[in-house]
């Protein structure tokens, strides 16, 4: 029902900065939450960031001062801008998209979607 696509992946030198982008199709963008998660070689996926249809966000420690996540929902866009890259934030980044449903303080994914992923490799 919704079509993730990233971009904005690619090479780059340490202390860089890159902004990835998520473009979100054939639904209602403002209904989702979007999050960013990246996958190295031989670790688990890991979430790096979210946000609401109304600004409010979350950050995974590893990346917090230095990733910024946004969106635009007139453009059905979400973003992820990366600044101070180091080596260890080589991965395949994922755009993701799901409607949260809530029970006192915890929450499941109705609906989950996810983008095919983009590259980044940082890298002198």
């Known amino acids: 029902q919704v079509q993730l696509v990233e971009s904005g992946g690619g090479l780059v030198q340490p202390g860089g900065s890159r902004r990835l982008s998520c473009a979100a199709s054939g639904s209602d963008f403002s209904d989702y939450v979007v999050g960013w998660y990246r996958q190295a070689p031989g670790k688990q996926r890991e979430l790096l960031a979210a946000i609401t249809s109304g600004g409010y966000t979350n950050y995974a420690e590893s990346v917090k001062g230095r990733f910024t996540i946004s969106r635009d929902n007139d453009k059905n866009t979400g973003y992820l801008q990366m600044n101070s890259l180091k080596p260890e934030d080589t991965a395949v980044y994922y755009c993701?998209?799901?409607?949260?449903?809530?029970?006192?303080?915890?929450?499941?994914?109705?609906?989950?979607?996810w983008g095919q992923g983009t590259q980044v490799t940082v890298s002198s």
């Open positions: 993701n998209a799901f409607t949260p449903r809530y029970y006192s303080g915890s929450y499941y994914k109705e609906k989950d979607y």
